[in-house]
């Protein structure tokens, strides 16, 4: 299994960015699948998550209402939509798939539930 993100860069604050991702070697809409990033010096962390076919979605209060989280399932891809981007929005990204079946918002922000990941992208925000 292969998960390839793509789609970082510099953007501007206020700007926007689509973060891609594309796998290989797993049929996604199988799959819960996530966004998480690591800023230098910083844990990693959840950004967002969307259900099986993209009827749920969930958020980190930190990114709510700015990013947006959706698949294309017959693409076999995961996309985050980044608006309005802050300086502190500034890490790689990385796409995630869970490995197990099940939708809790408790078990989906979490790192452990998720079994393959993608190679990251960087994102840089300026002020």
């Known amino acids: 299994v292969q998960l390839q993100a793509s789609g970082g860069g510099l953007v501007q604050a206020g700007g926007s960015l689509r973060l891609s991702c594309a796998a290989s070697?797993?049929?996604?809409?199988?799959?819960?699948m996530g966004w998480f990033r690591q800023a230098p010096g910083k844990e990693r962390e959840f950004v967002a998550a969307v259900s099986m076919i993209g009827v749920s979605t969930y958020y980190a209060d930190s990114v709510k209402g700015r990013f947006t989280i959706s698949r294309d399932n017959a693409k076999n891809m995961v996309f985050l939509q980044m608006n309005s981007p802050k300086p502190e929005d500034t890490a790689v990204y990385y796409c995630a798939s869970k490995g197990t079946a099940g939708w809790s918002v408790a078990v989906v922000s979490g790192s452990s539930a998720y079994d393959y990941w993608g190679q990251g992208t960087q994102v840089t925000v300026s002020s």
């Open positions: 070697g797993r049929t996604l809409s199988n799959y819960v």
